[in-house]
């Protein structure tokens, strides 16, 4: 029982500490968004296809294509 408590303390000190240390992203690191493609396999999905590219569209990540095969 003390075994198991000793564990999961450590691990919770080991969590926190990793949590607070992370270097965090800054604004110059995340102006380099990759283009993205977003593949869509469509068989039979006529009926789905408005509702999913509308969807899509309103995402705010600005580089990307939709490809539907």
Known sequence: ?????VL????????F???FTAT???????RH?????VLIPARNEENNLPQLL???LK???P???VIIC
Do not use: C, D, W
């Open 1 to 5: 029982m003390e075994t198991a408590a």
């Open 8 to 15: 999961i303390s450590l691990s919770t000190i080991i969590g």
């Open 17 to 19: 500490y990793n949590f």
């Open 24 to 30: 965090k992203l800054t604004k110059s690191r995340s």
């Open 33 to 37: 968004q990759p283009f993205i493609s």
């Open 54 to 56: 509308q969807s899509l």
């Open 59 to 61: 995402q705010t990540y």
């Open 63 to 65: 580089h990307f294509e």
